[in-house]
């Protein structure tokens, strides 16, 4: 049985102030309408800036609320200027780390090759690497939809050894629903779901069974649960709505 997953991607927004308020709505918001019971049943993270992770720790320490960096250097350490490692997120007890997300891939040029090493990295430091797939519409448009998906897909296991992937996370992000309002229906996005599972039941079963499959892209309070609805969605990683304390603890609870 998997746990689902719901996963906050604030992306470049945010300020000490906006962290601060949005942290402690959702700690408040999570302890008045039984806590425990619903982070019993579902998993909450969010990927903020870097550069406010530690007020993010601070803040979280005694939370139920997992977080971790929204990208990672493929390389350990040394001359990347800007660039932060894998083991400087785990310094801030981040425990997990977004790899491949559209805009890194489409405005800063990451290719399949790097997003695997980046997985890689995280996986092989024992954080959960979130892997991000998903078509533009022109590849959609031109029934290309799984033979994108399943490259991307392909790149990491054919790259990453299993103990590496024994934590993995699989967001489906068509690129055309990400921030745009659209969004995939339950069907295409149940479709997509199932041929990515079926991709690693060839790849290794138990892995198939245990790997937590994540829909993106315009996911609202008021269309998650009908998303999150198909048996291969394992729940969401959330962008704009989840700067909203209402609209991020709606849809963590249509994940239940
Ligand atoms: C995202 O950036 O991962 C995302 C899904 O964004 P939005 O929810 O705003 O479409």
Sequence with gaps: MRKPLVAGNWK??????????????????????????????????????????????????????????????????????????????????????????????????????????????????????VLCVGETLEEREADKTMEVVSRQVKAVLNHVDAAALEKLVIAYEPVWAIGTGLTATPEQAQEVHASIRQLLVEHDADMATRTRILYGGSVKGSNAAEIFAGPDVDGGLVGGASLSVQDFLSICRAAD
């Design 12 to 129: 470049m927004n945010g300020s000490r102030e906006s962290v601060s308020a949005l942290l402690n709505g959702l700690n408040s918001g999570i302890a008045q309408t039984g806590g425990e019971e619903l982070t019993g049943k579902v998993d909450i993270a969010v990927f903020p800036p870097s550069i406010y992770v530690q007020q993010v720790a601070d803040v979280l320490a005694s939370s139920t609320i997992s977080w971790g960096l929204q990208n990672i250097c493929a390389e350990e350490k040394g001359a990347f200027t800007g660039e932060v490692s894998v083991s400087m997120a785990q310094d801030f007890s981040c425990t997990m780390v977004l790899a491949g997300h559209s805009e890194r891939r489409s405005l800063f040029g990451e290719v399949d090759a790097d997003v695997a090493v980046k997985v890689e990295r995280a996986g092989k430091a024992g954080l959960i690497p």
